[in-house]
């Protein structure tokens, strides 16, 4: 593969992502960087190449692809479902490789059958990439966002701790450190004694009085910044998550619920085993996931070949429910990944929920496999 050049098999690859039933789509180079710097995660936040237009509108070469097509998808107005493919260069600062590079995948939007739809989407990602690199040992991992949301709301946590932990998720270093925070909580902090006594005893109307006082005493101005309103709840929403601590019960649940990894034909009954041992009610989302291994097995995968890691995500905010990468050889490249982000689409701007699901492959890694580098 040439710096610049998609590499070889690129031709083979597009026709094989149009077989899919899913036409391929032209995305712009420039895009809009509001809709990825808003939703797309602090990791990829932090990787895009920004510039400005003349009027000022933040724009950013395309650092990835799903985002677009949703948006194109809304823009155009098209009936779902539908399926979209695409093959193309993206645009991030990487830390091993070229900062710009060829990625191909498909969008599938809309499928109302979700559990269908994931299988789908595992299952051609898996097909592409033996088909791309024949005769390479490929490892599939799959994690659920969805079930993780079910287990921190089962643990009875405050809303904030519940979106905290949530945003953590696949970041593992994050992930722990919040729970040994929820294992020992640190001390409020306060920044005047009137204010740690308003906290200490709750008294949210006689806080925002305070800091009303003292915003007028300074000549502090509210247009400027938050309402004495505004500083109050988050004081208070602040004071309520330092002050935390999980049951030593509910912390063990958590702990055994991220070190649950097992081949997905046992997936099912480890999480059902461990529901049941916890105590928790997470039956609702004990059916989208055994309703998702059925699918696969519909479609001849083989689960003991899969594995299900309770603590595996993605780096990207927007997913909702599936997660996977698919890696090779004995460094475990990733060669592919992808999930389900059903809430993508209304945050676009869709008039109506869309359900949707994709995966992405990254060509010059696949590259670098078919090479035996």
């Known amino acids: 593969m040439t710096q610049f050049g998609a590499p070889d098999f690129a031709a083979d690859l597009a026709s094989a992502l149009v077989s899919l039933e899913a036409p391929r789509v032209d995305i712009p180079v420039i895009q809009p960087a509001e809709p990825f710097l808003d939703?797309?995660?602090?990791?990829?936040?932090?990787?895009?190449?920004?510039t400005e237009s003349e009027t000022g509108e933040s724009l950013c070469l395309r650092p990835e692809f799903t985002i677009p097509v949703c948006r194109a998808h809304i823009a155009e107005g098209v009936a779902t479902p539908r399926r979209y493919s695409y093959l193309g260069q993206v645009f991030r600062q990487r830390r091993e490789g070229p900062n710009e590079f060829y990625q191909a995948g498909?969008?599938?939007?809309?499928e109302p059958d979700e559990a269908r739809a994931d299988a789908r989407a595992v299952s051609d990602a898996r097909v592409l990439l033996a088909r791309s690199a024949p005769g390479r040992a490929l490892t599939i991992t799959l994690g659920d966002q969805s079930v993780f949301e079910a287990v921190v709301a089962g643990l009875g946590l405050?809303?904030?701790?519940?979106?905290?932990?949530?945003?953590?998720?696949g970041n593992e270093q994050a992930l722990s450190a919040m729970i040994a925070r929820l294992a020992s909580p640190e001390g409020s902090a306060a920044p005047d004694g009137a204010v740690a006594g308003f906290l200490a005893s709750g008294d949210a109307g006689g806080l925002?009085?305070?800091?009303?006082?003292?915003?007028?005493?300074?000549?502090?101005?509210?247009?400027?910044?938050?309402?004495?309103?505004?500083?109050?709840?988050?004081?208070?929403?602040k004071q309520a998550l330092a002050s935390t601590r999980l049951s030593p019960a509910a912390l063990d649940a958590l702990r055994a619920f991220l070190a649950l990894d097992v081949t997905l034909d046992r997936a099912a009954d480890a999480l059902a085993g461990f529901a049941r041992k916890a105590g928790l009610d997470i039956a609702a989302a004990q059916t989208r996931f055994e309703a998702r291994l059925n699918a696969l097995t519909e479609r001849g995968e083989d689960l003991a070949k899969m594995h299900w890691r309770a603590a595996?995500?993605?780096?990207?905010?927007?997913?909702?429910?599936?997660?996977?990468?698919?890696?090779?050889?004995?460094?475990?490249?990733?060669?592919?990944g992808g999930g389900r982000f059903d809430r993508l689409m209304t945050l676009l701007g869709a008039q109506e929920p869309i359900p949707a699901v994709g995966f992405s492959l990254w060509l010059d890694r696949i590259e670098t496999v078919r090479a035996g580098r």
């Open 158 to 169: 405050p809303a904030g701790w519940q979106k905290r932990l949530i945003h953590a998720f």
């Open 106 to 110: 498909v969008e599938d939007l809309g």
């Open 39 to 50: 939703m797309a995660g602090e990791d990829l936040r932090r990787r895009i190449f920004l």
């Open 208 to 237: 925002e009085a305070h800091i009303e006082s003292v915003m007028a005493a300074t000549g502090y101005s509210t247009h400027a910044s938050r309402s004495p309103a505004e500083i109050t709840a988050r004081l208070m929403d």
């Open 312 to 336: 595996f995500g993605r780096p990207l905010d927007y997913y909702t429910g599936l997660v996977f990468e698919i890696a090779a050889g004995e460094a475990g490249l990733v060669l592919a």
